[in-house]
T-cell receptor, first 113, second 114 residues
Framework: DQQVKQNSPSLSVQEGRISILNCDYT??????FLWYKKYPAEGPTFLIS?????DKNEDGRFTVFLNKSAKHLSLHIVPSQPGDSAVYFC????????????FGTGTRLTVIP | DTGVSQDPRHKITKRGQNVTFRCDPI?????LYWYRQTLGQGPEFLTY????????KSRLLSDRFSAERPKGSFSTLEIQRTEQGDSAMYLC????????????FGSGTRLTVV
């Protein structure tokens, strides 16, 4: 049972435009959410996180939005750069003290120069 | 600090053989995790150590799998009597404070069982 879902396996965006990656979850006990970026032949790299007490968290070009009622979060990258081309995973946990993460299946972002 | 190191990077083994992978976490991290990622899927949690104690195991970790972290430093993951379904990327991660700031993952060991 996939508790974290990323329904778009791929996304292509022009350089300089906004990239929006979406993620849905089913477990209402999830209250901490993270995005990871993965390049080929490397492990996932932590990008940004958000607690359920917030609805937005921003770090430079990256912003994560959380809609708890819809059990939906999204990652916005603006402006998109070719170096952002990677697979992005959404992940969730039950509390910041939890020790296991539930990952989505990933979205491959391609930023076209 | 060289990050999380995993060895080997690739392993091809025949069905029925035993394999062992090693993970060296970031030295000051007391928590160590093993995840498995199959093609087209996200990483799935296998097990977690705090120092040398194995505190949590997923139901994915069948009795053919065993993980150790002697002395709370490096960890090994052994798979006995490998099956083709064990073919996957095995990822190790470490952290200091649980998931709060995300894990630091290694580059993984890709296992192919033929």
């Amino acid at each position: 049972d996939q508790q974290v879902k990323q329904n778009s396996p791929s996304l292509s965006v022009q350089e300089g435009r906004i990239s929006i990656l979406n993620c849905d979850y089913t477990n209402s006990m999830f209250d901490y959410f993270l995005w990871y970026k993965k390049y080929p032949a490397e492990g996932p790299t932590f990008l940004i996180s958000i607690s359920s007490i917030k609805d937005k968290n921003e770090d430079g070009r990256f912003t994560v939005f959380l809609n708890k009622s819809a059990k939906h979060l999204s990652l916005h990258i603006v402006p998109s750069q070719p170096g952002d081309s990677a697979v992005y995973f959404c992940a969730a946990s039950e509390g910041t003290g939890a020790n296991n993460l539930f990952f989505g299946t990933g979205t491959r972002l391609t930023v076209i120069p | 600090d060289t990050g999380v190191s995993q060895d080997p990077r690739h392993k091809i083994t025949k069905r029925g053989q035993n394999v062992t992978f090693r993970c060296d976490p970031i030295s000051e991290h007391n928590r160590l995790y093993w995840y498995r990622q199959t093609l087209g899927q996200g990483p799935e949690f296998l097990t977690y150590f705090q120092n040398e104690a194995q505190l949590e195991k997923s139901r994915l970790l069948s009795d053919r799998f065993s993980a150790e972290r002697p002395k709370g430093s490096f960890s090994t993951l052994e798979i006995q009597r490998t099956e083709q379904g064990d073919s996957a990327m095995y990822l190790c991660a470490s952290s200091l404070f649980g998931v709060n700031y995300g894990y630091t993952f290694g580059s993984g060991t890709r296992l192919t069982v033929v």
